[in-house]
């Protein structure tokens, strides 16, 4: 059986890879970039643009690990039922159905491919992963860094920290088993916090002070680094203002998959210490 993972180049695609390997699983691992892959020994690396796919890719896939995508997907899923490919696992995004996000840019281009996957007719699970501990390297890494502290919009806003590890053991179990197909999975960290605490998980992760500097809207959209759409980053304060300070929702679902507790926020920013230290 060969699982193709798509987006293989990111965090949770280059775990799901090492994690099938490990396992014994035969795996295609694919990018844009096939080149800019790091695969471990024994995985076929290849080329692949979802929104505009190479059919032989998918020859001899029995199952597909499908990352999002902002654009079409659905010669990509046609392909995949003509292959004779079983069952895919797409990883999607709370902003899909969340109260104010799912209008937003993030929520409209995951409805898309949720709604292509399912007029494909493939057998699918969808899989809703909370808030990822990884968005601290994206949103505060550089800051920390060079000065020791932050500015967040909405510090107060609870946020469920998700270990990427565990979203890439629920993803393996759900490609190389025969369970909890047609469903979908709503995983989350196993507590919730501010996002003031999730810096100061940080703090003591590094051994050092980070300091938190409460910004307006105005403020935190002009430190906007330029890489990031700022219609994205509208969408993201708009969710944290609707928020507030309510609790965040916490459920079993990584243990009910796993049969070990989630990890912690804690767990994950011990491991990534080096990425907030000065280089």
Request: hydrophobic share 45%; net charge negative.
């Amino acid at each position: 059986m060969t699982v193709l993972v798509t987006g293989a180049r990111g965090n949770i695609g280059g775990r799901l890879v090492a994690r099938l390997a490990a396992g014994g699983h035969r795996v295609r691992a694919s990018a844009r970039d096939a080149a800019a892959l790091e695969a471990p020994g024994g995985v076929e690396a290849v080329e692949l643009d979802v929104t505009a796919p190479d059919p032989a890719v998918l020859r001899g896939v029995r199952t597909v690990f499908l990352y999002p995508v902002f654009g079409p997907v659905d010669d990509f899923l046609k392909a995949a039922d003509e292959a004779g490919v079983e069952h895919l696992v797409l990883l999607s995004s709370p902003a899909s159905y969340e109260p104010v996000e799912h209008a937003g840019p993030i929520g409209r281009a995951h409805q898309a491919v949720e709604a292509s996957l399912r007029e494909s007719g493939l057998s699918h699970t969808v899989l809703y992963p909370s808030w990822l501990a990884t968005n601290a390297i994206r949103d505060w890494a550089e800051a920390i860094r060079a000065t020791g502290r932050v500015g967040i919009a909405h510090p107060r806003w609870q946020v469920n920290p998700i270990h990427i590890d565990d979203i890439a053991e629920v993803a393996a179990r759900l490609l190389t088993r025969d369970e909890h197909r047609g469903r979908t999975l709503v995983l989350t960290g196993p507590e919730s916090m501010p996002q003031r605490e999730v810096v100061a998980r940080l703090a003591e992760a590094i051994g050092r002070p980070i300091a938190v500097d409460e910004l307006s809207r105005e403020e935190a959209t002009a430190r906007l680094p330029e890489w990031f759409p700022e219609p994205v980053f509208a969408s993201l304060l708009d969710v944290a203002e609707a928020a507030g300070d309510t609790p965040a929702t916490i459920n079993n679902n990584v243990e009910r998959l796993t049969g070990h507790p989630a990890r912690s926020f804690r767990a994950w920013a011990e491991a990534e210490r080096d990425a907030f230290t000065a280089r």
